[in-house]
């Protein structure tokens, strides 16, 4: 039992779930987030994690989708992984930098690779933090406080219509069977240096 402790003290998640309600200080609400990580299985944990801190969330399996989101609904987070399918997550990057209408909004790379070259790309290519899969609250939220005390976070006002979505995407019943812990795939353990593409 002491391990399973540890476990979640090293996650973030030290106390009972009604705790998870409470307010982060020096974390805004209402942020639009687009998560991009081709694993259903981490946008449900990382989307689950934000949107029961009271922020609006929108998701893209692909960077080509991710793209499209970032440009229509100028998010103000983008939480961006690494390894994706097609386009991979330094391309993504490069183009949202160069690109006016998305250059200013405030980008977490996220990655279970070891390779340590990887916070050295992340960095010259223009992302504002890097997280390491696996992660829990704690340190999504860490990021996001970082980010809004350096004033790279900023939550833009928009209409509550326009922000609420249509239809819920989980049931409640496959909203709570979400982990509160986000694992790396498999194929994120191993990934040559990016290259120019």
């Not at 983008?78 to 183009?95: C, K």
């Not at 390779?115 to 390491?132: I, L, P, S, W």
């Not at 900023?154 to 326009?162: C, K, T």
């Not at 909203?175 to 194929?187: E, N, V």
Request: aromatic fraction near 6%; charge should be negative; charged fraction near 25%.
């Amino acid at each position: 039992m002491a391990g399973f402790e540890l476990i979640r003290r090293l996650f973030g998640n030290t106390g009972p779930a009604d705790r998870r309600a409470a307010p982060r200080p020096g974390v805004p609400k209402g942020a639009w987030v687009l998560v991009v990580d081709d694993s259903a299985t981490i946008r449900a944990v990382l989307g689950k994690m934000l949107t029961q801190d009271g922020h609006v969330v929108s998701k893209a399996p692909d960077g080509e989708t991710a793209i499209e989101l970032a440009r229509k609904e100028c998010p103000d987070l983008i939480f961006l992984d690494i390894v994706l399918p097609g386009m991979n997550g330094f391309a993504v990057l490069r183009t949202l930098r160069r690109d006016p209408l998305t250059r200013h909004i405030p980008i977490v790379m996220i990655s279970g690779n070891l390779q340590a070259t990887e916070q050295f790309y992340v960095q010259r290519f223009g992302a504002d933090d890097f997280m390491k899969k696996p992660f829990g609250r704690g340190e999504v939220f860490a990021r996001i406080q970082h980010l809004t005390k350096t004033g790279r976070l900023v939550v833009q006002e928009r209409a509550l219509e326009v922000a609420l979505p249509s239809e819920p995407e989980h049931t409640e019943a496959e909203h709570a069977a979400i982990p509160d812990i986000a694992m790396p795939d498999p194929h994120d353990l191993i990934m040559p240096p990016p290259g120019n593409s």
